[in-house]
């Protein structure tokens, strides 16, 4: 049995009031049109079908903040969730669960809106790692993360990151969409970085997050972030850090340890390992980032670790049934 627990889908009511009525549709919003996948159900079907017993956890591909404005945000969640909800209902055997979207600019509504999605079968929410360029550390979402603490569910914690922020301070945009395939990875070590940091932990000790991309940079930095962070605060002369480490719950390597990664890596080799090696099979769970990365490369470089048959199925499904408090594995084929 296989669960992909981080796969993107976009219910048609959803796109059509995007195509409608939003107008911020360059750059991710034009790579989201060309996608099939992610709206022909017939498509997505055939290529499940491949692979037997196998499931998705879907969640929508972008940000609501970076393609919508106003009360527009609000209404898209709506929506999203709403289609999700009616394809895990209609689609039971193939899509389990879906994932909260929820529109960060507007807390209060968010919240609600993250509440009521779980009572219509979401097992968590998904959040982006900056809002409109803000951190997610910053105490302006900390209600979002105490809900799900709250609720016993985790944060799909996805990278967001657009080609306004420029490589270079000389330039005004980044280039060669650096900002996606690096971008995305320093954004989501950036933010779990500073969740760690920030106390959140210590605050809400039961929290999980998913990390997308195995984490980002984390486990190949492991020496930086570790004992390089140890001395937090010597390279700063205009902020006191010294209280930041002696707050924490855990040192903050075994914090970093301690969420949840995926193995959605394009199908990549190296990462896949070092990734694994520094969260252990117990945190590491299935993704293929379909339809946009690979299912069966990710299949196939999982299976050339050569893992006892305990680790794969706690990557392939148990550590899915255990974050999401479902039996997946009873679920309909």
């Given amino acids: 049995m296989l669960v992909d627990i981080y796969t993107h889908i976009c219910p048609q009511a959803y796109l059509d009031t995007l195509v409608r009525r939003a107008p911020k549709l360059e750059d991710m919003g034009k790579r989201l049109l060309s996608v099939r996948k992610l709206v022909d159900l017939d498509e997505r079907f055939r290529e499940m079908d491949q692979y037997g017993d196998y499931r998705q956890i879907i969640s929508l591909p972008s940000p609501i903040e970076d393609m919508s404005t106003g009360t527009l945000s609000n209404e898209l969640a709506h929506i999203a969730n709403e289609g999700m909800a009616e394809l895990c209902v209609k689609h039971s055997d193939r899509f389990p669960a879906f994932v909260a979207a929820v529109n960060l600019r507007d807390v209060d509504t968010a919240l609600r809106e993250a509440e009521r999605a779980f009572s219509c079968g979401a097992r968590g929410v998904q959040l982006f790692t900056n809002v409109d360029g803000n951190p997610l550390d910053g105490g302006a979402y900390e209600d979002m993360f105490a809900l ?49 940091f920030s106390g959140l932990f210590t ?112 990557i392939s499904f148990l550590n899915a049934e255990r974050l999401l408090g479902m039996a997946l594995s009873r679920q309909p084929s």
Avoid at 221 to 246: N, Q, W
Avoid at 285 to 299: E, K, L, N, Q, Y
């Fill in 203 to 314: 605050r809400y000790p039961r929290l999980k997050i998913i990390t997308h991309h195995l984490g980002g940079m984390i486990p190949y930095f492991d020496g930086r972030v570790g004992k390089g962070l140890d001395v937090l605060g010597a390279r700063t002369s205009d902020e006191d850090y010294s209280h930041v480490l002696p707050g924490l719950s855990r040192p903050h390597l075994e914090l970093l340890r301690g969420f949840y990664a995926d193995t959605a890596l394009f199908g990549g080799r190296h990462g896949l390992r070092s990734g694994l090696d520094f969260f252990g099979s117990s945190q590491v769970v299935f993704a293929s980032d379909t339809p946009f990365g690979p299912i069966g490369a990710t299949i196939d470089r999982l299976k050339e670790l050569n893992l006892s048959r305990q680790e794969e199925d706690s």
């Fill in 148 to 196: 799900a603490a709250r609720e016993d569910l985790p944060i799909w914690l996805h990278p967001a990151r657009t080609a306004a922020m420029p490589d270079y301070a000389s330039e005004e945009k980044s280039r060669f969409e650096m900002w996606w395939c690096f971008g995305w990875p320093y954004e989501t070590s950036v933010a779990m970085c500073r969740l760690v």
